[in-house]
């Protein structure tokens, strides 16, 4: 069955030191792929997306994603992490039924500490 | 810009009462979408619009009911509430579909609706 997985539940951070958020998918094809950021009390907000080519994709706030077919991955990355990227992060996938919207993983929360 | 805006921000029912949470965007977007948040279990689709007149189910539609009149509106109609029904719902829309080739992928989220069913 198609399913978007976020291994990690919760992971703290130093401030400053490096983040890795994992994401693995179960897909039939290549899906098109996202990774939103929830901060407390507010909705989701799109960090990135991958749909083809350049399998590293740039996002907002210093954030990037590299693609992995090989790992069925889309880990999200950033090199110095800040105390107000503390947050919940989602990853996400196109449904097999296509344009059907999007399923989510069940999140990571991230931690930062000083 | 207003975006998504959702009414109520938090409700509390009673086991068999019914209620509508509103939605609206005024980005003129065609696809709209309802969502469920809980704990530690990610968001599911409970249902979606394609465009005036047009909705359809997601992964978790029982006890929900949609209906799409306009492009700006969508409420979310919950009939006989139950506790299972005790979640954060969030609506959301995007210009295109979410997926597919022509998908942009980008979903704008209201802030969300706490209910509680006691």
């Known amino acids: 069955a198609q399913s978007v997985t976020q291994p990690d539940i919760h992971i703290t951070v130093s401030e400053g030191a490096s983040l890795e958020l994992r994401c693995n998918y179960s897909?039939?094809?290549?899906?098109?792929l996202f990774w939103y950021v929830q901060s407390p009390g507010q909705g989701l907000q799109l960090l990135l997306k991958y749909f083809s080519g350049d399998t590293l994709v740039q996002g907002i706030k210093g954030f990037e994603a590299e693609f992995k077919r090989s790992q069925s991955s889309f880990n999200l990355r950033k090199p110095s992490v800040h105390w107000s990227d503390a947050a919940e992060y989602f990853c996400?996938?196109?449904?097999?039924?296509?344009?059907?919207?999007?399923?989510f993983g069940k999140g990571t929360t991230l931690s930062v500490s000083s | 810009n207003a975006g998504v805006t959702q009414t109520p921000k938090f409700r509390i029912l009673k086991i068999g009462q019914s209620m509508t949470l509103q939605c609206a965007q005024d980005?003129?977007?065609?696809?709209m979408y309802w969502y469920r948040q809980d704990p530690g279990m990610g968001l599911k689709l409970i249902y979606y619009s394609v465009g005036a007149g047009i909705t359809d189910k997601g992964e978790v539609p029982n006890g929900y009911n949609v209906s799409r009149s306009t492009t700006e509106d969508f409420p979310l109609r919950l009939e006989l509430a139950a506790p299972s029904q005790t979640s954060v719902y969030f609506c959301?829309?995007?210009?295109?579909?979410?997926?597919?080739?022509?998908?942009?992928?980008?979903?704008?989220f209201g802030e969300g609706s706490r209910l509680t069913v006691l």
């Open positions: 897909y039939g094809a290549t899906p098109y």
């Open positions: 959301a829309s995007s210009s295109s579909l979410a997926g597919g080739p022509t998908g942009s992928g980008e979903l704008f």
């Open positions: 980005m003129n977007h065609n696809y």
């Open positions: 996400a996938a196109e449904r097999e039924q296509a344009g059907t919207a999007l399923i």
